[in-house]
């Protein structure tokens, strides 16, 4: 292959040996994350110039031979001469890590949070990268490449030649073009689904972007395009609830120290939802900015409740979580500098986001209650935190009941749970299994030592729907809540969990489905640290048994069976698993309780966007958007389905 051409390239090429010799350090992980994490790079520095005011398009194309392409009409990459390093800005960009900043100065440029190690990164893990750049009515055009060196290494992000001037153009624009190296990822390939949940994510948090996704493999596309910005992402987010009114509250404010966006509403369920971002990445942790914002909702709207007589001298001032009841929100921050913290870094730090999020939301907001045309809101919105105030009062005593069941006697609630001998939480698994025949099956079947049954009767009760103290009082879920031994909410602590594991196990069909969403919605609200913290599973009983006199195999998926038929060969005969409640305990235990053998589902929140999207179609009022959603998604054939609902395989 070529070799570089000119020495002093090599020195600049270091930092791209470094990044091949640990891609983890740099991209997170060489899985289909990582993989994808290079792509992530060079549309981000595609935003950037958008949000910075320059072009409006994004186009990406997945090439049938697996590279990608990544267009924008931008001002093009700068051309000329770098003054220390003595080769194109455009090299510098492929060539150096962190080489974005240092054309960047007089913009903002916000890359650098999660993402933002940069393009030559996405390089030095690339077969071979091409850019094309459109700008002064001339077409330029590079090429970097991958080779073995004599010592067996490989070099990566190596230029062919430097950058050219290829003709000429009215257009104006980058294009880069990439192919992920197998020899760091695999066979992995870049995935239609991710990259188009994520491009509409940015489509939402960049209005008036419009970013276009086309797979040449199998000739799907989506074009995403939103004049809203987060207030159609609220919306979005809100399809299927009721919402008390018509419009979201919009606000956006600039300082010297960052720009701030929140759109806001009501619903008439009992959650609150804050969905938060710096930079375009969730802060699913949270962090000063959500602190800043939620401070001032609360003071302002105590503020208004005295002064327009809600609140008399004598009543104590209603608290945050009142007024967040049923609160939809969504917190876009753009700074630099940020500093994530947080069990999965998620969390932004910044001191001075507190500060710039309460003073810009207690001028909006003021102004926004201010108006008499808005009193119908703040009337609304104060009664129902009234409400939630009272509500309060009684959950408080509900949980005092629970509190004192859990340490005097739990008999009455555990009873039905059959526990494991061992109490190394990390061995101990807890199965919370759909219906009285399977759980006795599994009783019977499982290892005592280290498998706690727990069987459940109907349906249990719909955690989106009630008030805390409702579900509370729902029997299963307190049996639930004292097996685990982590307490609920903000007493919930991850030290006492009693059960490493906490596996559903429920059938495949659509009650099935709805009692794991019912679960998953309760875990979701109540204990999320048990699914953040990766406790949470899916088991997988068989769909089928395919057996004769002396051979016997179970099956998983429809996709699987023909294969397995074929395997049993002349003379089979299927059995259809169409309830957990149809095996014996041999068999459950074989199929889908044996460490050894079975397949658990871990339940992540990745997006927790996405994830309180489906519990509420699920669960909401709604049933128009109930239906469409099962339309869309009731496959029952669980192997599928699962995985792209809750995550990976393990
Ligand atoms: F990541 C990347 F470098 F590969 C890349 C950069 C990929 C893609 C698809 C686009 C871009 C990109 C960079 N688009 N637009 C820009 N803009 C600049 O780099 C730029 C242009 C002009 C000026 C200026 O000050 O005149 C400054 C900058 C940073």
């Known amino acids: 292959m070529s070799s570089n051409y000119e020495a002093k390239d090599i020195v600049v090429l270091e930092g791209l040996d470094a990044v091949r010799l640990r891609p983890g350090m740099y991209i997170g992980t060489t899985g289909l994350?990582?993989?994808?994490h290079l792509l992530w790079e060079i549309v981000d520095n595609a935003i950037d110039e958008i949000a910075n005011g320059f072009g409006d398009k994004i186009i990406i194309t997945i090439n049938k031979d697996?590279?990608?392409?990544?267009?924008?009409?931008?001002?093009?990459?700068?051309?000329?001469?770098?003054?220390?390093?003595?080769?194109?800005?455009?090299?510098?960009?492929?060539?150096e890590l962190h080489a974005g900043g240092k054309f960047n100065n007089s913009n903002y440029s916000y890359s650098g949070g999660l993402h933002g190690v940069g393009a030559s990164v996405t390089n030095a893990l690339s077969r071979w990268l091409n850019v094309t750049v459109c700008k002064n009515k001339k077409k330029y055009y590079m090429e970097f490449e991958s080779y073995l060196a004599?010592?067996?290494?490989?070099?990566?992000?190596?230029?062919?030649?430097?950058?050219?001037?290829?003709?000429?153009?009215?257009?104006?624009?980058?294009?880069?073009?990439?192919?992920?190296?197998?020899?760091v990822f695999g066979d992995l390939t870049f995935?239609?689904?991710?990259?188009?949940?994520?491009?509409?994510?940015?489509?939402?948090?960049?209005?008036?972007?419009?970013?276009?996704?086309?797979?040449?493999?199998?000739?799907?596309?989506?074009?995403?395009?939103?004049?809203?910005?987060?207030?159609d992402f609220l919306l979005y987010l809100d399809k299927g609830k009721n919402r008390l009114f018509s419009t979201p509250i919009y606000f956006s404010a600039e300082t010297d120290v960052l720009r701030a966006e929140c759109a806001l509403e009501y619903t008439d369920g009992y959650t609150e939802n804050c969905f938060s971002f710096v930079n375009n990445i969730p802060t699913t942790e949270g962090g000063t900015h959500e602190v800043g914002f939620k401070s001032a909702l609360t003071k302002v709207l105590n503020d208004y409740a005295r002064s327009h007589g809600y609140l008399k001298e004598k009543d104590a001032n209603l608290l945050g979580d009142d007024y967040r009841e049923g609160l939809s929100v969504i917190i876009a921050v753009k700074m630099k500098n940020v500093q994530f913290e947080g069990q999965t870094k998620t969390k932004l730090g910044n001191p001075e986001a507190k500060v710039e999020l309460d003073s810009i939301t207690t001028k909006e907001l003021?102004?926004?209650?201010?108006?008499?045309?808005?009193?119908?809101?703040?009337?609304?919105?104060?009664?129902?935190?009234k409400g939630a105030a009272k509500s309060r009062e009684a959950a408080k005593h509900a949980k005092e009941i629970t509190r004192a069941k859990n340490s005097a006697d739990n008999f009455n609630l555990v009873g039905k749970l059959a526990s494991c001998t061992s109490r190394k939480s990390e061995l101990c698994e807890l199965f919370i299994v759909e219906g009285d025949s399977a759980g006795g099956s599994a009783k019977m079947g499982r290892d005592r030592k280290t498998q706690a049954i727990l069987p459940l009767r109907g349906k249990p009760l719909n955690a989106e729907k009630k008030r805390i103290d409702q579900v509370l009082a729902n029997e299963e879920i307190q049996t639930i809540i004292s097996a685990l031994e982590t307490g609920i909410q903000e007493d919930f602590n991850l030290d006492t969990l009693r059960y490493g594991k906490v596996i559903i196990l429920s059938d495949a069909d659509q009650d099935g489905m709805h009692i794991r969403s019912i679960l998953l919605t309760f875990f979701y609200r109540y204990m999320r640290g048990l699914i953040t913290s990766g406790h949470v599973f899916?088991?997988?009983?068989?769909?089928?048994?395919?057996?004769?006199?002396?051979?016997?195999?179970?099956?998983?998926?429809?996709?699987?069976?023909?294969?397995?038929i074929e395997r049993c060969g002349k003379g089979y005969s299927i059995q259809r698993y169409k309830g957990l409640g149809e095996m014996n305990p041999e068999q459950l235990w074989e199929t889908t309780m044996d460490p050894e053998k079975r397949t658990l589902m871990q339940v992540t929140i990745d997006d927790a966007a996405q994830a309180e999207k489906m519990v509420t179609v699920w669960m909401g009022d709604n049933i128009d958007a109930r239906k469409e959603y099962i339309a869309e998604h009731a496959n029952f054939n669980r192997l599928d389905t699962f995985a792209e609902e809750y995550g990976k395989l393990k």
């Open 66 to 95: 697996g590279s990608a392409t990544v267009t924008d009409n931008g001002r093009g990459i700068p051309v000329d001469m770098h003054p220390t390093a003595h080769v194109s800005a455009v090299q510098v960009v492929f060539t």
């Open 191 to 231: 995935d239609f689904d991710i990259i188009s949940k994520r491009i509409e994510e940015l489509a939402f948090l960049n209005k008036g972007l419009k970013i276009d996704l086309t797979d040449l493999r199998t000739g799907k596309n989506v074009s995403y395009h939103y004049e809203g910005g987060i207030k």
């Open 366 to 385: 003021n102004k926004f209650f201010n108006d008499k045309a808005n009193e119908k809101v703040a009337d609304v919105i104060i009664n129902k935190a």
């Open 538 to 564: 899916v088991g997988l009983p068989p769909l089928y048994k395919v057996y004769k006199k002396d051979y016997t195999e179970y099956v998983y998926s429809d996709k699987e069976l023909p294969e397995a």
């Open 33 to 36: 994350k990582g993989l994808h």
């Open 150 to 183: 004599p010592n067996g290494k490989v070099k990566s992000g190596v230029p062919k030649a430097p950058l050219k001037e290829i003709g000429e153009t009215n257009e104006r624009g980058t294009s880069v073009t990439f192919l992920p190296d197998n020899r």
